[in-house]
């Protein structure tokens, strides 16, 4: 059969070579629509390296300065302690921490610089984030390598444990294996001229890589321990059968009780919803329904174009078809050697289209804002164009070659 199509190829060389071109064009198209496409959703896909699934964010706001008194701030930090502690007997509340520095999906962010003690001429820039022990439990990070040991986790240990990124240690210690870059030291230099400079940081472990959002790069990040104060962040993490209207019930129970002394409940939000909130914020997701609005027109164009031409091809045969199952080919025969001929045709145009899409990755024409352009990017989103186009060429194919095969061959023929 292989031969036979190659062969009918051939003869109908002058009309195919226009489709040939039309493939070639729309594949190399294609292929650079579906990258785009890539560049969002791959990063998107991406894990952030902790788990915000279930997990709420509390804050606590202080009331203006004109109805507190001295005592209530003299009792604030025990205050503070008791409202902490009383989170932990909620329902639904499985875990409780404090934490502050950069937060994830909005624009609190704090950044420093960390050298390594073999050389002190390099600087990495990281985001800082002090966090309870009990954070890495409510969002479930675990390390790469080394391990979190709570009890040293106080900022009173020296040299004061730290754990980092995947991204920090490879940039800081330059280490092939992670475990080795567990129990060495560093120091921020921007502290060495406080009055009480902190200058060594142990590493306690390598956890994954970190990002802010999902719509952005890998960054380097740095966790230092912090103790609960009122002026943090609470996180809860909250078991699965109580996520749902948890925000409601927990400002409804709880809104009383955190009017005590000089607090009182301000926001109680997912961090599903802060995502939202966030995206919605930057632009972010009004650019990602311009984009995706505009690839999905595209396709559309494609599927018009790609499965008319096909459709239309296949009509004009039908006194072929006719014939072939006159000389005893069975409809699956039939359907087999026009599909096979369209695929073939497909690969055939593959060629070109890859050597284009190639030459245009190699000129760093691609957008890759977000997501690396690796070979296996490439490969990826490639093989995704030509299924597509091979499922529009089927479909193409299969719909009028089915009806030509309810005609009798006599009919067609003498219609021929």
Same mark, same amino acid.
């Given at each position: 059969?292989? &031969?036979?199509? =190659?062969?009918?190829?051939?003869?109908?060389?002058?009309?195919?070579?226009?489709?040939?071109?039309?493939?070639?064009?729309?594949?190399?198209?294609?292929?650079?629509?579906?990258?785009?496409?890539?560049?969002?959703?791959?990063?998107?896909?991406?894990?952030?390296?902790?788990?915000?699934?279930?997990?709420?964010?509390?804050?606590?706001?202080?009331?203006?300065? @004109?109805?507190?008194?001295?005592?209530?701030?003299?009792?604030?930090?025990?205050?503070?302690?008791?409202?902490?502690?009383?989170?932990?007997?909620?329902?639904?509340? @499985?875990?409780?921490?404090?934490?502050?520095?950069?937060?994830?999906?909005?624009? @609190?962010?704090?950044?420093?610089?960390?050298?390594?003690?073999?050389?002190?001429?390099?600087?990495?820039?990281?985001?800082?984030?002090?966090?309870?022990?009990?954070?890495?439990?409510?969002?479930?990070?675990?390390?790469?390598?080394?391990? =979190?040991?709570?009890?040293?986790?106080?900022?009173?240990?020296?040299?004061?444990?730290?754990?980092?990124?995947?991204?920090?240690?490879?940039?800081?210690? /330059?280490?092939?294996?992670?475990?080795?870059?567990?129990?060495?030291?560093?120091?921020?230099?921007?502290?060495?001229?406080?009055?009480?400079?902190?200058?060594?940081?142990?590493?306690?472990?390598?956890?994954?890589?970190?990002?802010?959002?999902?719509?952005?790069?890998?960054?380097?990040?740095?966790?230092?321990?912090?103790?609960?104060?009122?002026?943090?962040?609470?996180? %809860?993490?909250?078991?699965?059968?109580?996520?749902?209207?948890?925000?409601?019930?927990?400002?409804?129970?709880?809104?009383?009780?955190?009017? &005590?002394?000089?607090?009182?409940?301000?926001?109680?939000?997912?961090?599903?919803?802060?995502?939202?909130?966030?995206?919605?914020?930057?632009?972010?997701?009004?650019?990602?329904?311009?984009?995706?609005?505009?690839?999905?027109?595209?396709?559309?164009?494609?599927?018009?174009?790609?499965?008319?031409?096909?459709?239309?091809?296949?009509?004009? /045969?039908?006194?072929?078809?006719?014939?072939?199952?006159?000389?005893?080919?069975? &409809?699956?025969?039939?359907?087999?050697?026009?599909?096979?001929?369209?695929?073939?045709?497909?690969?055939?145009?593959?060629?070109?289209?890859?050597?284009?899409?190639?030459?245009?990755?190699?000129?760093? =024409?691609?957008?890759?804002?977000?997501?690396?352009?690796?070979?296996?990017?490439?490969?990826?989103?490639?093989?995704?164009?030509?299924?597509? =186009?091979?499922?529009?060429?089927?479909?193409?194919?299969?719909?009028?070659?089915?009806?030509?095969?309810?005609?009798?061959?006599?009919?067609? %023929?003498?219609?021929?």
């Amino acid at each position: 059969m292989w &031969r036979q199509v =190659l062969h009918q190829l051939w003869n109908q060389r002058r009309a195919n070579a226009w489709l040939w071109a039309e493939l070639a064009v729309v594949t190399t198209l294609l292929w650079y629509g579906v990258d785009l496409v890539y560049n969002y959703e791959g990063a998107a896909w991406q894990p952030k390296g902790y788990d915000t699934d279930g997990v709420f964010d509390l804050t606590v706001g202080a009331k203006p300065l @004109e109805v507190i008194g001295d005592a209530d701030n003299r009792r604030a930090g025990e205050d503070f302690a008791y409202l902490y502690n009383l989170l932990r007997d909620y329902p639904g509340v @499985e875990e409780v921490c404090a934490y502050y520095g950069s937060i994830p999906y909005s624009d @609190e962010t704090q950044f420093e610089g960390y050298s390594p003690h073999s050389d002190s001429t390099r600087v990495v820039d990281c985001y800082i984030r002090y966090v309870t022990a009990s954070y890495f439990r409510v969002f479930r990070l675990k390390p790469l390598a080394g391990r =979190l040991d709570e009890e040293r986790w106080t900022t009173g240990e020296y040299p004061v444990p730290v754990l980092m990124s995947a991204d920090l240690a490879d940039s800081l210690f /330059r280490e092939r294996n992670r475990a080795d870059a567990v129990g060495k030291t560093c120091f921020n230099p921007y502290w060495l001229k406080a009055p009480k400079p902190v200058t060594n940081y142990r590493v306690m472990g390598v956890l994954p890589r970190h990002k802010l959002d999902d719509y952005q790069r890998y960054e380097p990040f740095i966790y230092l321990p912090a103790q609960p104060l009122f002026w943090q962040h609470i996180a %809860l993490r909250v078991a699965p059968e109580h996520v749902a209207g948890f925000a409601e019930r927990f400002r409804r129970d709880m809104q009383p009780v955190f009017d &005590r002394g000089i607090f009182y409940l301000d926001a109680v939000r997912s961090y599903a919803d802060m995502k939202q909130a966030y995206d919605v914020q930057q632009g972010t997701t009004n650019y990602l329904n311009t984009v995706y609005a505009v690839a999905a027109f595209f396709l559309f164009n494609v599927f018009l174009c790609v499965f008319a031409t096909f459709c239309y091809r296949t009509r004009k /045969r039908r006194c072929e078809i006719a014939l072939r199952m006159a000389m005893g080919s069975s &409809r699956r025969g039939v359907m087999r050697h026009f599909l096979l001929e369209g695929l073939l045709l497909l690969g055939l145009a593959a060629v070109p289209a890859l050597f284009v899409a190639f030459h245009l990755q190699l000129s760093d =024409l691609t957008v890759h804002t977000l997501v690396d352009a690796g070979w296996g990017r490439f490969a990826a989103c490639f093989l995704v164009a030509l299924l597509l =186009l091979a499922l529009i060429i089927v479909l193409g194919i299969g719909y009028p070659a089915c009806r030509a095969m309810k005609v009798q061959p006599a009919e067609a %023929l003498h219609d021929e």
